[in-house]
């Protein structure tokens, strides 16, 4: 039993670093399209990487793993990224350079 439960952490853990590896991907395609003045472009991957991100957090608060030691890493993670996407919009970093 304790081998079947190892395994099925191990496939969640696997899945879970897709996700992250393709949230930072949307996170930093936004920071491109924010550095271009690609307006709508930005809005759209700062709407992804939030949401994906928040519902992540919501899948390892449903399965318990939020708070665990061992799945620390990812709940810090996703959350870390939407914290840089909000900071960024708020701040509204990067900007195109202004004209003079």
Known sequence: MARRSRNRY???EK?????????ALVFVLYLICA???????KVITAIIAIFGSLLCV????????????RSLWMTT???CIVICVVVSLILG????APTV
Do not use: H, K, Q, S
């Open 10 to 12: 191990r496939e969640m």
């Open 15 to 23: 899945n879970m670093t897709r996700i992250i590896l393709a949230d």
């Open 77 to 79: 993670a996703f959350i």
């Open 93 to 96: 970093y990067p900007a195109p």
């Open 58 to 69: 919501g899948w390892l608060y449903l399965t318990g793993e939020f708070a665990r030691r």
């Open 35 to 41: 550095g271009f003045g690609w307006a709508v472009l």
